[in-house]
């Protein structure tokens, strides 16, 4: 069975300080995996993804995110953030062989909050 | 491009009571999914619907049901809410019905079970 798990529920950075939000997971099959970020009373925005080719892929507002295999890790970062950048981050995985079927397994969430 | 709809925004059952969400996809989308979030349980899979045949369900009651139409719009169903129902429900297209995870959701529909 597949499972995410996000190491940090909150994450306290100042404004244009470095940034990076954990995430690991754990499949016996091969995975897709997503970052979504969730603003107040909003629905999900997909921040970037990992279908195959190289590990490192570059999304939206600035973002990216590293695959590692073997740590089975796909940590997301920024290099400066903003005070908008302030939302939920969601790490989600979805099985990469058929059957998929757009079910994603969510991790708990991490709060980044930005400070002035 | 219009996104993805959901109706009602917000509504308030009691116990005892069914409900009905409603789901538009964003224009040509295929697949509809549906997602549940609570603080508890975070963000779980509920159903996925795709040419008005549901591939793939997560692990809720059979109180919990949906269907799609020919137009691709979708309702999720729950019959006999329980307190533990109130969460935000979150509809989510993509064009194909494939595994690319690209899911467009919806800003929701938040129910309260009282």
């Known amino acids: 069975a597949q499972s995410v798990t996000q190491l940090d529920s909150q994450v306290p950075v100042f404004e244009e300080a470095p940034v990076e939000l954990r995430c690991n997971y754990s499949s016996s099959v091969s995975v897709y995996l997503f970052w979504y970020v969730q603003y107040p009373n909003q629905g999900l925005q997909l921040l970037l993804k990992?279908?195959?080719?190289?590990?490192l892929v570059k999304g939206i507002n600035g973002f990216e995110a590293e695959f590692n295999k073997s740590q089975t890790s796909f940590h997301l970062r920024k290099p400066s953030v903003h005070i908008s950048d302030t939302a939920e981050y969601f790490c989600?995985?979805?099985?990469?062989?058929?059957?998929?079927?757009?079910?994603?397994?969510f991790g708990a969430g991490t709060r980044l909050a930005v400070h002035p | 491009k219009a996104g993805v709809t959901q109706t009602p925004r917000y509504l308030i059952k009691t116990r005892g009571q069914q409900v009905t969400l409603s789901c538009s996809p964003i224009s040509g989308h295929r697949s509809v999914s549906w997602y549940q979030q609570t603080p508890g349980q975070g963000l779980q899979f509920l159903f996925e619907?795709?040419?008005?045949?549901?591939?793939n369900k997560g692990n809720f009651p059979g109180r919990f049901s949906g269907r799609q139409f020919s137009n691709s719009r979708s309702e999720m169903n729950v019959s006999t809410l329980e307190l533990g129902d109130s969460a935000l429900y979150l509809c989510a297209s993509s064009l194909e019905g494939g595994n690319t995870g690209e899911l467009f959701f919806g800003e929701g529909s938040r129910l309260t079970v009282l």
């Open positions: 989600a995985a979805q099985r990469g062989t058929g059957g998929g079927y757009n079910k994603l397994i």
């Open positions: 990992y279908l195959s080719g190289s590990t």
């Open positions: 619907y795709f040419s008005e045949t549901q591939r």
